[in-house]
């Protein structure tokens, strides 16, 4: 689909360049329009809330990142990804809603999130890979497309291994667009670093982004 507007950006985003080593929120305020929160994305910024409460802008440092053509494939997720059928943007909001639900754990996908991320949806920018099986999601991600850059949000599987396998066909649709592309997944998780996920540092991550944010974007062509 097309990127569309979400219009102009009406805070003064920080630049994380700016930062101290080390610090991972780096501003707090502001709000989660969609324009606010597209523009913090070219930054090398993303929103989430703070433990206390107030919504935060965050750059990780170091960042986790999955280099294209990294992705650790097992013979088991191999062999997984054989029963499952994959789409992308079909389920949107039912992949953001899954990706909501923490057992015991607190949830920072709030429905404002889930609002501003619907509307990036319906406007090219947001997208969405759904795993299926027998006609049931089992699976998914989603993340913000810039340029060249895949900002990953969050993941969900309902079933063993469906979550990595929504991650390898979203590496395996940016590979074949080409170009100097970003993934980013925020921060590098022992789960993550199995499939490939390494550490840059945040100032190696905004030279990868600026690079990544000149190309086209794959998701999003009409």
Do not use: N
Not at 47 to 64: I, N, Q, T, V
Not at 101 to 130: N, Q
Not at 134 to 161: N, Q, T
Request: glycine share 10%.
């Amino acid at each position: 689909m097309p990127q569309l507007s979400p219009g102009i950006c009406l805070w003064d985003l920080p630049d994380p360049a700016l930062a101290e080593p080390g610090q991972d929120v780096v501003a707090v305020g502001a709000d989660l329009a969609p324009s606010t929160v597209l523009e913090a994305y070219r930054r090398g910024l993303f929103p989430m809330h703070l433990a206390e409460g107030p919504l935060a802008w965050w750059s990780p440092d170091p960042r986790g990142v999955l280099p294209i053509g990294a992705l650790h494939l097992s013979r088991s997720l191999r062999r997984s990804m054989r029963r499952f059928e994959f789409t992308v943007d079909r389920a949107f909001g039912r992949v953001m809603r899954e990706c909501a639900v923490r057992p015991g754990e607190p949830g920072w996908i709030t429905d404002e999130f889930v609002d501003t991320y619907t509307e990036l949806h319906r406007l090219g920018w947001a997208h969405s890979v759904e795993v299926w099986r027998d006609g049931r999601l089992v699976g998914g991600l989603y993340g913000i497309e810039a340029g060249g850059l895949f900002a990953g949000e969050s993941m969900f599987h309902r079933e063993p291994d469906a979550s990595k396998a929504a991650l390898a066909t979203l590496v395996s649709l940016l590979e074949d667009c080409g170009g100097d592309r970003l993934i980013d997944v925020q921060w590098r998780t022992e789960h993550l670093a199995t499939l490939g996920v390494v550490e840059v540092s945040r100032r190696e991550y905004l030279s990868r982004l600026a690079v990544a944010l000149g190309q086209p974007p794959c998701l999003g062509q009409p």
